[in-house]
């Protein structure tokens, strides 16, 4: 097995992870990752989430290359280990010889950049590409404060109690307020929000 040439499509813990064992094992290892992506690219799921286009400022390929190699410990890992790394690239196929591809000799895998797209043998493949949001449209789904299911889970991670609050919690303090029970209680603050303050 050592010598062969493994692919491993993402960058995240799990690619890196992956590409670091392969490259001790003795195997040649290319990690792709298609971050950092176009500020375009990169601007298509913002709406959905933030509510507007990122800013131009973004705009400066190198220093967001710079700065998702700098933030990631493991692609720098994956570089003392010997692996070749090409971000910026997207995967778009996998090829295994067969009837369907009798002039094919070798497995090859699709990629492509901001300038060309070209393909590449390999004897191995690892697909870590992690998740990405799917936003589906329903009724209100284009308002703000509306989360993709990444996004709600981050913010989830953050609530003390780690999970989400119930209407009848915020209807029993909205009950308990309006009742009598309160009729003496003036000027406080009641966070109905598992202990989460932003």
Not at 35 to 45: G, R, Y
Request: proline fraction near 4%; aromatic fraction near 6%.
């Amino acid at each position: 097995m050592a010598g062969e040439q493994l692919v491993v499509v993402g960058g995240g813990v799990a690619g890196c992870s992956a590409a670091i064992e392969a490259a001790r094992l003795g195997l040649r290892v290319t990690l792709i990752d298609e971050h950092p992506q176009s500020l375009q690219s990169m601007s298509l799921d913002a709406p959905y989430f933030y509510g507007a286009r990122l800013a131009a400022v973004l705009d400066d390929a190198s220093v967001i290359s710079e700065r998702v190699l700098g933030a990631n410990d493991l692609l720098m890992e994956c570089l003392d280990a010997g692996v070749e790394i090409l971000t910026g690239t997207c995967c778009w196929g996998s090829f295994v010889p067969g009837p369907n591809n009798v002039n094919l000799r070798n497995t090859q895998l699709g990629l492509a950049d901001g300038e060309r797209s070209w393909l590449i043998d390999y004897d191995h493949l690892i697909l870590a590409p992690g998740s990405r949001d799917l936003v589906l449209s329903f009724p209100g789904w284009h308002l703000p404060g509306v989360l993709g299911t990444n996004g709600a889970a981050a913010l989830l991670a953050q609530v003390p109690l780690k999970r989400i609050g119930t209407a009848r919690e915020v209807a029993e303090m909205v009950g308990f307020l309006a009742g009598d029970g309160a009729a003496y209680v003036t000027g406080q603050v009641f966070h109905v929000n598992g202990g989460l303050y932003m």
